[in-house]
């Protein structure tokens, strides 16, 4: 099968490699589409170290099954499924307390094994979930970060009276502010790229562009009429954005720390003592807030068609991430399986088949 494999800093090839075993408590998903995320991104770069190289990255996927193990429900092919990144153990202390995305043995896909910028992923079925109709496959990509985003929202004790500050402009701090909008009384986004900020100007209060405020403290004092947020959101996926986090929030006030960048960070630590400003951090979704994802793409509660501003095929996955990394962009998303229909002149019949 063809895939899209990461050998080092910058260096992506699209080559054929062997197609996944099918063991028997798996399922054989054919790859429809992978968003290209902040993890993915730092892996490419350097920042992120996967467990093994080479590998195939890639865990925001969606696809069709296409064949399952003999321990499988047979129905599950021909079924529009979504994929969840962590393949867990299910006997460790956290599977057994039901705490299995933090699993002791766990392994994610495109991290710690391959991943799904391929043809074919082989995947244990209890990682797989079922799209209903409602969802096309080229959304379905969106319901992994959403599953994240909601575990953060069960960590966080987000008010109504809260004022709240998201550091950041992509896909991630969309979907938060989507979902946060009707929450809080007041949401200001702080980025650095018009391009991207444009994209929340119907949803937030306000949007500051970093390259164009001379002092970011007063500004924020300014539009929230406060001394600071009552929560800071830190989505950009940049080392030094907890430092700004600590400034821009009151004391006793939350920061919520969401990024995957892979470096070390510095910030006041002494300050954030002081003013008793707690750290929340989230990772992966559950089980349960993948359901409360699905729904939430089923009832059409977020558009997301408007940012998905990039597609590619497997061939220009080089080109996707030189893209990605440049944030000229919002999501960007491979496509991995190319159908197309050809009407015979001398009949009605349609004709399918795979561009390789």
Not at 34 to 45: L, M, S
Request: charged letters at 25%; hydrophobic letters at 45%; proline letters at 4%.
């Amino acid at each position: 099968m063809k895939a899209l494999v990461y050998y080092g800093v910058k260096n992506l090839k699209v080559e054929q490699v062997p197609n996944p075993i099918l063991s028997k408590d798996h399922v054989l998903i054919k790859v429809k589409y992978v968003g290209i995320c902040g993890t993915d991104i730092a892996i490419y770069r350097g920042d992120l170290k996967p467990s093994k190289i080479p590998i195939i990255l890639g865990h925001e996927i969606s696809g069709i099954v296409e064949d399952v193990g003999v321990n499988v429900d047979k129905n599950l092919i021909n079924k529009n499924v979504v994929v969840e990144i962590n393949i867990v153990d299910n006997t460790c202390e956290y599977c057994r307390k039901g705490l299995y995305t933090h699993c002791l043995n766990r392994k994610a896909i495109g991290i710690d094994i391959d991943g799904g910028m391929a043809e074919y992923i082989s995947i244990p079925q209890q990682n797989v979930h079922i799209l209903p109709s409602e969802i096309p496959l080229r959304e379905a990509i969106f319901i992994e970060p959403l599953a994240a985003i909601l575990r953060m929202f069960e960590l966080i004790p987000f008010k109504p009276h809260h004022k709240v500050i998201v550091l950041g402009q992509g896909p991630i701090a969309y979907l938060t502010t989507s979902l946060l909008k009707d929450k809080v009384s007041k949401i200001v986004v702080i980025g650095t790229k018009w391009y991207r900020l444009k994209f929340f100007e119907n949803i937030v209060d306000h949007t500051l562009n970093l390259n164009e405020v001379k002092d970011i403290k007063n500004e924020v004092q300014k539009v929230l009429n406060d001394i600071g947020a009552d929560i800071v959101i830190e989505v950009t996926n940049n080392p030094n954005a907890l430092e700004l986090a600590l400034n821009l929030v009151k004391p006793m006030g939350i920061i919520a720390a969401k990024s995957t960048h892979g470096k070390l960070t510095q910030f006041n630590y002494t300050k954030m003592v002081v003013n008793e400003v707690s750290i929340i951090s989230s990772r992966c979704g559950p089980y349960y807030l993948w359901k409360e994802a699905i729904n939430i793409l089923k009832n059409r509660k977020i558009d997301l068609n408007k940012i998905i501003t990039h597609e590619f095929n497997l061939d220009e996955g080089l080109k996707a991430f030189e893209i990605a990394e440049s944030k000229n962009c919002m999501k960007v998303i491979l496509k991995i399986w190319f159908i197309f229909k050809q009407k015979f002149l001398n009949n009605l019949s349609l004709t399918s088949w795979k561009v390789e």
